[in-house]
């Protein structure tokens, strides 16, 4: 099952004023670009978003999931019923695989549950706006859109289950 995974303890500001901290995306068994990949993480919530916007849309563009510090790139597209993704490692093929149903709705839960843990976890620091001055654009971009996502995630597991439930599928079998 495909998932945005993050440890929202390691996120600490750099004396630029980004954003560090533990990212990386778990694809079935295998972590990329490795389990507790370090990066500049508001910054890659950022960029992500628009892969994340095609898919809750329904766009037929690919996403891409790229890593600030790792030639890594994930590349997710939409097929009926799910996403193939694609990882290339310094633009060769790493890992690939598919994701159906749930997979697909645990990759869009699980990224508007890290966007919401960093916001959190940034708006602690009283001085917020000081300490993080170096991504101030791109936390305001993942604070407008949250809402935005949510609302979208949520449509889009009522037409997963309407679709599963005309289907016979459940979530228990899958």
């Given at each position: 099952m495909a998932k945005i995974r993050s440890d929202i303890e390691t996120?600490?500001?750099?004396?630029?004023?980004?954003?560090?901290?533990?990212?990386?995306?778990e694809f079935s068994d295998r972590a990329l670009p490795c389990p507790r990949w370090d990066d500049?993480?508001?910054?890659?919530?950022?960029?992500?978003?628009?892969?994340?916007?095609?898919?809750?849309?329904?766009?037929?563009?690919?996403?891409?999931?790229?890593?600030?510090?790792?030639?890594?790139?994930?590349?997710v597209t939409p097929v009926p019923g799910g996403l193939d993704y694609i990882c290339t490692f310094h633009e060769k093929e790493h890992a690939s695989g598919n994701e159906?149903?749930?997979?697909?709705?645990?990759?869009?839960?699980?990224?508007?549950?890290?966007?919401?843990?960093?916001?959190?976890?940034?708006?602690?620091?009283?001085?917020?706006?000081?300490t993080y001055d170096g991504c101030l654009s791109q936390l305001e971009n993942?604070?407008?859109?949250?809402?935005?996502?949510?609302?979208?995630?949520?449509?889009?597991k009522q037409s997963r289950g309407q679709a599963a439930a005309q289907s016979g599928e459940t979530d228990l079998n899958p």
């Open positions: 996120l600490r500001a750099t004396d630029t004023g980004s954003a560090l901290g533990q990212i990386w995306i500049f993480i508001v910054f890659v919530l950022d960029w992500w978003r628009w892969g994340i916007r095609n898919i809750l849309t329904g766009a037929k563009e690919p996403g891409i999931f790229a890593f600030m510090d790792d030639p890594y790139e994930i590349t159906q149903g749930e997979g697909v709705t645990e990759l869009l839960t699980s990224y508007c549950a890290v966007v919401r843990a960093v916001i959190e976890r940034v708006e602690q620091d009283p001085d917020w706006r000081k993942l604070k407008t859109e949250l809402p935005r996502f949510e609302s979208l995630l949520k449509n889009y």
